[in-house]
């Protein structure tokens, strides 16, 4: 009995420290399992981090202006009765004043009431002025370009009288042959005839004014580098207010024909500088 009862007790022991060892080894296996899968995991994320770089958020702070609004700016232009007080509303009043005493005197807008004010799209140029229709009471329009200069909003004088270096009387009568700045609203054409019949080498555009009913044809060669500038005009029907230097190529202005030389802004505003 006592042989049996030692026997039963080491096999019963036997049995009991291969179940511990079983289960030890499980353990280690899992323990082994799960750091491998970890590090695989670890290993993954930092090989997306060498590959994929950080986020940059990038913030901008627009500029400040004080004074008046655009809108409020472009109303107190159409209605100042004096040279005074229109000087206070617009933009580079030094250079604009002779201009813009002559114009009010003795010019168109000697005349000219402004019934409405209607505010407008931007072109197509991210740095296009407000814009503002200003209908005229004995029909007609023009055009109010509000830009920022110094922080305030300032009308742009020039681009309201569509002031060109060169008369279109000059122009038209062949007085002069060519212009360094002229303001006019353009959209694409389709009209190749007299000096420019070759479609392969021009671009056509219609060129209208608001007071003068027979539009201009305006052509530039294909190959131009501001060709890209006319873009948006090419994709649109509607007219879109653009600055060009032009010149007539032989007769040409007889058919009220021109060539397009440089495209120095899409809209009437142009830079700091006065004009030639």
Not at 69 to 94: C, D, M, Y
Not at 118 to 129: E, K, M, Y
């Amino acid at each position: 009995m006592t042989r049996t009862s030692d026997f039963c007790r080491t096999e019963r022991c036997s049995t009991h420290l291969r179940w511990v060892l079983l289960l030890v080894l499980l353990l280690l296996v899992a323990g082994l399992s799960a750091w491998t899968l970890l590090a695989r995991v670890r290993d993954h994320r930092a090989a997306a981090g060498r590959s994929a770089p950080a986020r940059v958020v990038r913030t901008s702070t627009p500029p400040v202006d004080h004074g008046p609004l655009p809108a409020e700016v472009a109303e107190n232009f159409i209605h100042a009765t004096t040279q005074a007080e229109r000087l206070k509303w617009v933009r580079s009043p030094g250079r604009v004043a002779t201009l813009m005493e002559e114009f009010f005197r003795n010019g168109q807008g000697a005349h000219e009431v402004v019934s409405k004010l209607i505010p407008l799209a931007s072109v197509a140029d991210p740095d296009a002025a407000v814009r503002f229709g200003a209908r005229l009471a004995e029909g007609g329009q023009r055009l109010v370009c509000v830009v920022r200069q110094n922080g305030e909003a300032k009308v742009d004088f020039e681009a309201y009288t569509r002031q060109g270096t060169v008369s279109w009387e000059d122009l038209l009568g062949g007085k002069a042959r060519q212009a360094a700045v002229m303001r006019v609203f353009i959209q694409s054409g389709n009209y190749y005839n007299y000096d420019f019949t070759r479609e392969e080498v021009w671009q056509n555009f219609t060129a209208t004014l608001p007071d003068r009913e027979i539009p201009l044809r305006f052509y530039m060669a294909r190959k131009h580098p501001d060709g890209n500038r006319l873009k948006q005009v090419l994709d649109s029907q509607r007219a879109t207010p653009v600055t060009v230097e032009i010149r007539a190529l032989g007769e040409s202005h007889l058919k009220r024909q021109f060539e397009i030389t440089k495209v120095l802004a899409v809209g009437w505003v142009l830079g700091d500088e006065p004009t030639q």
